[in-house]
């Protein structure tokens, strides 16, 4: 496996395209009661959860944006930490520890986002993550395997037919 001390870094600009894209498209699926409220963090961190950046999609509430950029980057610590793929196989909503980071199989990055409902996260950073080439499509199905709501909706994406 390639480590992130051989490779060049991330592009932040092609992702901040691709994360807009894919906002675009769970907008669609995101329940109208949501969609008020729509916004929020994508972080990208190497294998062990350090960042390499993170950046606002969206117009989350004011007094949402700073919890929601804390926490994008909990998911993919937590996840790393507990050597697991995604972030849901450690969630613990007692703790306020929830799903919406996943490992990129053909990188070593794991993308997080929190803005959305967890289930809608993890749709959001699977989409950009295939569309960044860091995540085959089959690799995010199996990710999403949990995910009820990818579960409905994923005739939705190109890549998960």
């Known amino acids: 496996m390639a480590t992130s001390a051989n490779r ?3 592009n ?3 992702y ?14 995101l329940p109208k009661e949501e969609r008020l409220f729509a916004g929020g963090t994508f972080s990208l961190t190497d294998e062990h959860g350090v960042p390499y950046f ?22 993919s610590l937590r996840a ?12 613990q909503p007692v703790l306020d520890r929830w799903g919406g980071s996943l490992w990129g199989n053909l990188s070593t990055y794991r993308g997080s986002f929190s803005g959305f409902p967890e289930d809608y996260d ?5 989409d ?3 569309a ?27 890549w998960a037919r």
């Open 16 to 29: 901040a395209r691709l994360a807009l894209q894919s906002f675009t498209r769970i907008l669609l699926i």
């Open 132 to 158: 960044a080439r860091d995540m085959s499509a089959a690799e995010a199905k199996r990710q999403l395997g949990p995910n009820k709501t990818f579960k409905k909706f994923k005739h939705d994406f190109v």
């Open 54 to 75: 993170g950046f606002q999609v969206g117009e989350p509430p004011l007094e949402k944006r700073q919890g929601r950029w804390a926490r994008s980057f909990e998911k």
């Open 128 to 130: 950009v993550m295939v």
């Open 122 to 126: 993890e749709i959001f950073v699977a």
């Open 80 to 91: 790393a930490h507990g050597h697991c793929k995604t972030s849901r196989a450690t969630r």
């Open 12 to 14: 932040v600009d092609s």
């Open 8 to 10: 060049a870094l991330p």
